[in-house]
T-cell receptor, first 112, second 115 residues
């Protein structure tokens, strides 16, 4: 079955630690996105990539980093510079920018 | 400007009722409109996608877009308890208007269908 796989489902971060969230898709989509979802705030765009080896900052990129070395993979690193990382993180992909996005089932990140 | 307004609810209706969910937006350049359903602890699931004014029907779901009023709606007929979820509207600009950076979402409406 084609889809988007996010792992792990739950992740805990210690103070000063960087953590990486995985996102893999087998839909052959060119575009991939990372969103953060907080209660009452909706989805906010962190980073997006329209093509391999290229990515752009979204609305709330500070404290995060990404890479896009392969078409099917778009990992997100939450760095120690992100002071409020507790949230539900969603990865999405689409064939191109103007097509609907399809989402993974998210990673819930919490602070120890 | 990419503001999308959506009533957070909760909206509680009895099973079998017709549900109306709505979003308003301020930027008349929005061109693509979507509705997603999100169950607790899951990712959003695409329900409807349209890029023109008018109605689009898919089973029990009807999406309506009124670009002149900058207003979109999702109607659910014969609502079921399994429809209980958060419904997110989303929209996108054309690429020339900055749409390449992805969708603008409403904050979602929490819907409860009472058995």
């Amino acid at each position: 079955d084609g889809g988007i796989t996010q792992s792990p489902k739950y992740l805990f971060r210690k103070e000063g630690q960087n953590v990486t969230l995985s996102c893999e898709q087998n839909l052959n989509h060119d575009a991939m996105y990372w969103y953060r979802q907080d209660p009452g705030q909706g989805l906010r765009l962190i980073y997006y990539s329209q093509i391999v080896n290229d990515f752009q900052k979204g609305d709330i990129a500070e404290g995060y980093s990404v890479s896009r070395e392969k078409k099917e993979s778009f990992p997100l690193t939450v760095t120690s510079a992100q002071k409020n990382p507790t949230a539900f993180y969603l990865c999405a992909s689409s064939t191109t920018w103007n097509q609907p996005q399809h989402f993974g089932d998210g990673t819930r990140l919490s602070i120890l | 400007q990419k503001e999308v307004e959506q009533d957070p609810g909760p909206l509680s209706v009895p099973e079998g009722a017709i549900v109306s969910l709505n979003c308003t937006y301020s930027n008349s350049a929005f061109q693509y409109f979507m509705w997603y359903r999100q169950y607790s602890r899951k990712g959003p699931e695409l329900l409807m996608y349209t890029y023109s004014s008018g109605n689009k029907e898919d089973g029990r779901f009807t999406a309506q877009v009124d670009k002149s009023s900058k207003y979109i709606s999702l109607f659910i007929r014969d609502s079921q308890p399994s429809d209980s979820a958060t419904y997110l509207c989303a929209m996108n600009l054309p690429g020339s208007g900055g749409g390449a950076d992805g969708l603008t979402f409403g904050k979602g409406t929490h819907l409860i269908i009472q058995p």
